[in-house]
């Protein structure tokens, strides 16, 4: 039990060694971090975000003086609970600074807070890769990955993190820092370090002293994350290597802290093509696994039976009598070569059809989709049972698991549990995923049982109880099991020997605790959002702050957690900027934006409503721009803009730092002949606010291309789209703006807008309305009708060029990004014959997010900080992007760079020597 002097003694101590704003020992951080990925809630006591080594060496010695639990935690994204604990959380988010590439000896220097794909993405440019594939390589961080020994579904391949790491950066458990890589033995090295370190001297002392007892237990499979790897070990003693990084690889934080890696690349793999086998019963896949695997594919994934129906055969085109679907890439050269092969090796009559060979990478997206919906359909499934993770990561050798599957039928189907199960059946690992009521005393009962009765069974076909992500607390109490007591029992004397005090995750690997279900998140369990951590590295909120109080999963703590005050609530929730970036990257579908949204409804800045209102008036805003733009200049000036600032600060809160844009002295929509009939012009026109009350060349541009495409073109009556109205909690705004747009839009055929935000919102309109409600059926009816004008111009358009010469690089609109609209703007830059270069992390959120900037400009320019190196790294001279807001602060903060939408590229020349007006182009 820690005490809370324990704790005022703790910060006292590393106050002295670390500044203020890392440590966080009030509620609303530790009630965010008490959860990860995984089943568990376990309060910590302190968060400690660590930028330098010295910082962790500093937690370390004051968590030893006063007896405290440490955790590192990376992205949290891992399954099996070692990322939570009751003492001091190390979180690494921003521990992420060194990535070094040395392409000639194929080594990555890296911190152990860099995220793997962004690794990837430096050594790419090298072309080499790190080659270890886990599903969250997007949100996974290296420390958790070097802690889990974690892989995925290229392992079949490439082997796991283990087989890359060729030393280790770590701080002991006695606040010592250590470089740890292989010896020779003998070496006078080898001397020097074990003479050095009499705890690791001891480690191999002991481990050479049992080796009769560990060898014979060693488990034939081809990956595992169960228990320290002595076997790896022994393997490389044998080849006359002391090496260490076996051991410490998987050991889950309890051996000790990884700082940064030395990893080995490999050069980015070739085109593939994906083969498709449907097979009619279980025993057949096992016959043919074997001769899959010496063609060495890049990956060989299964699905079962029930996953199948659980996302919907026939919305997939997979078969009703089909019992395991196989999914396997090779190398797109070898195409007639497999295709030969695996015609000569497939006895038809167990297979579904013919297998199907796809080269085509569009086509093998879809091929895929089925695979990537598996855990969100499950999530989906059922409204109060979620796939929770307790027995999901067995690793059998692969001719075992057909057996496996059958057992599983049998088990399930005695329990009258659903569940799906799938996973890389090349390495023998299945993800078994039972479906859950967290808070149904019966289930629980059931979890315990099922826990025991799989491992049971995975025990005596000869495999492991995990593959890939680590025992966890969740595997903990069985680790024993796996290996026998005499092996378990020198699992225990490394980690007393190299953890003497015990501090270093705790109840995580090596546990006394038997029920799987003792601290269980039960509430959490419940909902819809999994905390899996892949919305966290995309939010531009958390990138500014480094926390995930401000991430969409902390978010979603802080909003449905029973008993947080409304104050916590409101810092957290307060803080999101409806950027979408959540809601596109959930594999569950979640919105967290959406909790954001319903607290600000509760807490309604009153002072906006009369400027909310004043859009939906055209007529007003028209007048109001033309005014702005004659006292535009005047605002520039120091006391007309401090004027300014101080009528704002009640409502909208405009900073001295902010940049303003320059409202049309003639806007759009007073130049066009508005409310022409539909057979006039079967297209409508949605110009939205900034295209249309600020001064840009957008919304002539467009008009002036229809009229050259022969395309007619109307520009209806229309009002704010109900983003800004929606964004701080008035709904009720919003909708009138969307009964209004509504009306008038859906007169037309077609409604093109080149805005990303609006074309969201009019996508969205229907969650504005209850269903029962009619606006909710014409709602939908013009969400099926809205393109983003690329998009429509790609479809409908006839060919354009452009005079353009400069490199032209694109960034994702986050709105439009989200409204599922990424390839068209790009295809369109393309068809146009623009140079075109894509720049690194184009779908990261710029910053604008509406009048972020202009409240808060510092959090702004911080999260384009990562967009600013994207953009001078491309070496492009434009950026486009389909964002009126996005284009303005590209415009604000790039010298030299010009940002524009794509549209205007199409007669660049043309318009910036423009005459006519729009009223003579309709």
Same mark, same amino acid.
């Given at each position: 039990?820690?005490?809370?002097?324990?704790?005022?003694?703790?910060?006292?101590?590393?106050?002295?060694?670390?500044?203020?704003?890392?440590?966080?020992?009030?509620?609303?951080?530790?009630?965010?971090?008490?959860?990860?990925?995984?089943?568990?809630?376990?309060?910590?006591?302190?968060?400690?975000?660590?930028?330098?080594?010295?910082?962790?060496?500093?937690?370390?010695?004051?968590?030893?003086?006063?007896?405290?639990?440490?955790?590192?935690?990376?992205?949290?994204?891992?399954?099996?609970?070692?990322?939570?604990?009751?003492?001091?959380?190390?979180?690494?988010?921003?521990?992420?600074?060194?990535?070094?590439?040395?392409?000639?000896?194929?080594?990555?220097?890296?911190?152990?807070?860099?995220?793997?794909?962004?690794?990837?993405?430096?050594?790419?440019?090298?072309?080499?890769?790190?080659?270890?594939?886990?599903?969250?390589?997007?949100?996974?961080?290296?420390?958790?990955?070097?802690?889990?020994?974690?892989?995925?579904?290229?392992?079949?391949?490439?082997?796991?993190?283990?087989?890359?790491?060729?030393?280790?950066?770590?701080?002991?458990?006695?606040?010592?820092?250590?470089?740890?890589?292989?010896?020779?033995?003998?070496?006078?090295?080898?001397?020097?370090?074990?003479?050095?370190?009499?705890?690791?001297?001891?480690?191999?002392?002991?481990?050479?002293?049992?080796?009769?007892?560990?060898?014979?237990?060693?488990?034939?499979?081809?990956?595992?994350?169960?228990?320290?790897?002595?076997?790896?070990?022994?393997?490389?003693?044998?080849?006359?290597?002391?090496?260490?990084?076996?051991?410490?690889?998987?050991?889950?934080?309890?051996?000790?802290?990884?700082?940064?890696?030395?990893?080995?690349?490999?050069?980015?793999?070739?085109?593939?093509?994906?083969?498709?086998?449907?097979?009619?019963?279980?025993?057949?896949?096992?016959?043919?696994?074997?001769?899959?695997?010496?063609?060495?594919?890049?990956?060989?994934?299964?699905?079962?039976?029930?996953?199948?129906?659980?996302?919907?055969?026939?919305?997939?085109?997979?078969?009703?009598?089909?019992?395991?679907?196989?999914?396997?890439?090779?190398?797109?050269?070898?195409?007639?070569?497999?295709?030969?092969?695996?015609?000569?090796?497939?006895?038809?009559?167990?297979?579904?059809?013919?297998?199907?060979?796809?080269?085509?990478?569009?086509?093998?997206?879809?091929?895929?989709?089925?695979?990537?919906?598996?855990?969100?359909?499950?999530?989906?499934?059922?409204?109060?049972?979620?796939?929770?993770?307790?027995?999901?990561?067995?690793?059998?050798?692969?001719?075992?698991?057909?057996?496996?599957?059958?057992?599983?039928?049998?088990?399930?189907?005695?329990?009258?549990?659903?569940?799906?199960?799938?996973?890389?059946?090349?390495?023998?690992?299945?993800?078994?995923?039972?479906?859950?009521?967290?808070?149904?005393?019966?289930?629980?009962?059931?979890?315990?049982?099922?826990?025991?009765?799989?491992?049971?069974?995975?025990?005596?076909?000869?495999?492991?109880?995990?593959?890939?992500?680590?025992?966890?607390?969740?595997?903990?109490?069985?680790?024993?099991?796996?290996y026998g007591e005499e092996v378990y029992s020198?699992?225990?004397?490394?980690?007393?020997?190299?953890?003497?005090?015990?501090?270093?995750?705790?109840?995580?690997?090596?546990?006394?605790?038997?029920?799987?279900?003792?601290?269980?998140?039960?509430?959490?369990?419940?909902?819809?959002?999994?905390?899996?951590?892949?919305?966290?590295?995309?939010?531009?909120?958390?990138?500014?702050?480094?926390?995930?109080?401000?991430?969409?999963?902390?978010?979603?703590?802080?909003?449905?957690?029973?008993?947080?005050?409304?104050?916590?609530?409101?810092?957290?929730?307060?803080?999101?900027?409806?950027?979408?970036?959540?809601?596109?990257?959930?594999?569950?579908?979640?919105?967290?934006?959406?909790?954001?949204?319903?607290?600000?409804?509760?807490?309604?800045?009153?002072?906006?409503?009369?400027?909310?209102?004043?859009?939906?008036?055209?007529?007003?805003?028209?007048?109001?721009?033309?005014?702005?733009?004659?006292?535009?200049?005047?605002?520039?000036?120091?006391?007309?803009?401090?004027?300014?600032?101080?009528?704002?600060?009640?409502?909208?809160?405009?900073?001295?730092?902010?940049?303003?844009?320059?409202?049309?002295?003639?806007?759009?929509?007073?130049?066009?002949?508005?409310?022409?009939?539909?057979?006039?012009?079967?297209?409508?026109?949605?110009?939205?606010?900034?295209?249309?009350?600020?001064?840009?060349?957008?919304?002539?541009?467009?008009?002036?291309?229809?009229?050259?495409?022969?395309?007619?073109?109307?520009?209806?009556? !229309?009002?704010?789209?109900?983003?800004?109205?929606?964004?701080?909690?008035?709904?009720?705004?919003?909708?009138?703006?969307?009964?209004?747009?509504?009306?008038?839009?859906?007169?037309?055929?077609?409604?093109?807008?080149?805005?990303?935000?609006?074309?969201?919102?009019?996508?969205?309109?229907?969650?504005?309305?209850?269903?029962?409600?009619?606006?909710?059926?014409?709602?939908?009816?013009?969400?099926?009708?809205?393109?983003?004008?690329?998009?429509?111009?790609?479809?409908?358009?006839?060919?354009?060029?452009?005079?353009?010469?400069?490199?032209?690089?694109?960034?994702?609109?986050?709105?439009?990004?989200?409204?599922?609209?990424?390839?068209?703007?790009?295809?369109?830059?393309?068809?146009?014959?623009? !140079?075109?270069?894509?720049?690194?992390?184009?779908?990261?959120?710029?910053?604008?997010?509406?009048?972020?900037?202009?409240?808060?400009?510092?959090?702004?320019?911080?999260?384009?900080?990562?967009?600013?190196?994207?953009?001078?790294k491309s070496q492009a001279k434009i950026v486009?992007?389909?964002?009126?807001?996005?284009?303005?602060?590209?415009?604000?903060?790039?010298?030299?760079?010009?940002?524009?939408?794509?549209?205007?590229?199409?007669q660049q020349d043309a318009i910036r020597s423009?005459?006519?007006?729009?009223?003579?182009?309709?």
């Amino acid at each position: 039990m820690i005490e809370n002097r324990q704790i005022r003694f703790f910060r006292e101590e590393a106050d002295k060694s670390l500044r203020a704003d890392q440590i966080k020992t009030d509620n609303r951080y530790l009630a965010v971090y008490s959860s990860d990925a995984s089943i568990y809630s376990i309060k910590p006591s302190a968060v400690i975000t660590v930028g330098r080594s010295d910082d962790i060496t500093a937690v370390v010695n004051a968590c030893r003086k006063f007896a405290l639990p440490i955790t590192a935690r990376g992205g949290g994204t891992g399954l099996a609970g070692g990322a939570v604990g009751n003492g001091v959380i190390l979180d690494f988010c921003d521990y992420d600074k060194m990535m070094e590439i040395d392409s000639a000896s194929r080594l990555a220097k890296v911190s152990a807070g860099v995220i793997y794909d962004d690794l990837n993405l430096k050594a790419a440019e090298f072309g080499l890769m790190f080659p270890p594939d886990p599903s969250s390589g997007d949100s996974c961080r290296i420390g958790g990955m070097l802690g889990n020994n974690s892989s995925g579904a290229r392992t079949v391949r490439y082997g796991t993190t283990r087989d890359y790491t060729r030393a280790l950066s770590i701080i002991t458990s006695q606040g010592k820092k250590l470089y740890v890589k292989p010896l020779e033995i003998g070496s006078g090295q080898a001397k020097i370090f074990l003479k050095d370190n009499p705890d690791f001297a001891q480690v191999l002392k002991l481990i050479l002293a049992n080796r009769d007892i560990i060898l014979p237990r060693r488990r034939n499979v081809r990956k595992n994350s169960s228990g320290y790897d002595l076997w790896s070990f022994l393997n490389r003693y044998e080849d006359g290597w002391i090496d260490f990084t076996k051991i410490l690889v998987g050991s889950e934080g309890t051996l000790c802290i990884f700082e940064s890696a030395e990893l080995a690349l490999e050069p980015l793999p070739p085109k593939f093509f994906t083969a498709l086998i449907f097979y009619k019963e279980y025993q057949a896949v096992g016959k043919i696994i074997p001769h899959l695997l010496d063609l060495k594919p890049y990956s060989l994934e299964v699905a079962d039976g029930n996953s199948m129906n659980m996302i919907g055969r026939r919305k997939y085109g997979l078969p009703d009598d089909a019992t395991v679907m196989l999914l396997m890439q090779f190398e797109l050269e070898r195409q007639t070569e497999i295709g030969a092969f695996l015609d000569k090796i497939i006895n038809r009559n167990e297979t579904c059809g013919d297998p199907v060979l796809e080269s085509d990478v569009t086509r093998q997206n879809s091929i895929w989709a089925a695979r990537r919906a598996l855990l969100p359909s499950l999530y989906k499934y059922h409204p109060k049972k979620k796939p929770l993770s307790f027995v999901e990561d067995a690793c059998l050798p692969p001719e075992k698991l057909p057996q496996m599957f059958e057992f599983l039928e049998r088990t399930f189907g005695r329990l009258e549990m659903e569940y799906g199960s799938f996973g890389h059946i090349g390495d023998g690992n299945i993800h078994i995923k039972p479906l859950v009521d967290a808070s149904d005393a019966s289930d629980r009962q059931k979890m315990r049982l099922i826990s025991s009765e799989i491992y049971n069974e995975i025990l005596r076909m000869g495999g492991v109880i995990s593959g890939e992500h680590a025992d966890g607390r969740v595997r903990a109490p069985f680790l024993r099991y796996v290996y026998g007591e005499e092996v378990y029992s020198i699992f225990v004397r490394i980690k007393k020997i190299l953890d003497p005090e015990g501090i270093l995750n705790p109840g995580v690997k090596l546990s006394a605790h038997t029920d799987i279900t003792e601290s269980m998140d039960v509430p959490r369990l419940n909902w819809d959002c999994s905390q899996c951590g892949k919305c966290v590295p995309s939010c531009p909120s958390f990138a500014a702050r480094k926390s995930e109080l401000f991430s969409p999963r902390g978010r979603i703590k802080m909003s449905n957690y029973p008993g947080i005050p409304t104050s916590d609530k409101f810092i957290s929730l307060e803080t999101c900027i409806n950027c979408k970036n959540c809601r596109t990257i959930c594999p569950s579908g979640c919105d967290a934006s959406s909790d954001s949204l319903q607290f600000k409804g509760k807490h309604r800045k009153t002072l906006l409503e009369p400027m909310l209102g004043l859009l939906n008036y055209p007529a007003l805003m028209r007048r109001a721009s033309a005014l702005g733009s004659l006292g535009f200049s005047l605002i520039e000036h120091s006391y007309p803009r401090r004027m300014l600032e101080f009528i704002s600060r009640p409502a909208l809160m405009i900073d001295k730092r902010a940049q303003l844009p320059a409202p049309a002295a003639k806007p759009f929509s007073s130049n066009v002949r508005l409310n022409p009939t539909p057979e006039e012009a079967r297209i409508a026109y949605f110009y939205g606010c900034a295209d249309g009350y600020l001064e840009n060349q957008t919304a002539d541009a467009i008009v002036r291309i229809f009229q050259n495409q022969g395309i007619a073109l109307a520009v209806p009556e !229309q009002v704010c789209c109900g983003v800004p109205a929606e964004s701080y909690g008035f709904n009720e705004h919003a909708a009138k703006s969307a009964a209004l747009n509504i009306e008038s839009l859906n007169r037309y055929d077609y409604v093109i807008t080149a805005c990303g935000t609006c074309l969201l919102m009019l996508r969205d309109y229907p969650h504005l309305f209850s269903q029962n409600d009619r606006l909710h059926s014409e709602a939908k009816t013009l969400s099926a009708k809205v393109y983003e004008v690329t998009e429509f111009l790609l479809k409908f358009g006839n060919k354009m060029e452009t005079s353009i010469k400069e490199k032209v690089t694109y960034h994702d609109s986050c709105h439009l990004r989200c409204a599922g609209v990424e390839t068209a703007p790009r295809e369109f830059l393309r068809r146009l014959g623009v !140079q075109f270069v894509e720049m690194e992390y184009a779908s990261r959120c710029c910053g604008f997010a509406g009048t972020h900037y202009f409240n808060n400009p510092t959090e702004s320019e911080k999260i384009f900080e990562i967009k600013k190196r994207s953009v001078e790294k491309s070496q492009a001279k434009i950026v486009a992007s389909c964002c009126p807001t996005c284009i303005l602060q590209f415009g604000f903060q790039l010298n030299g760079i010009e940002s524009v939408h794509p549209i205007l590229l199409v007669q660049q020349d043309a318009i910036r020597s423009l005459n006519c007006k729009s009223e003579e182009l309709i």
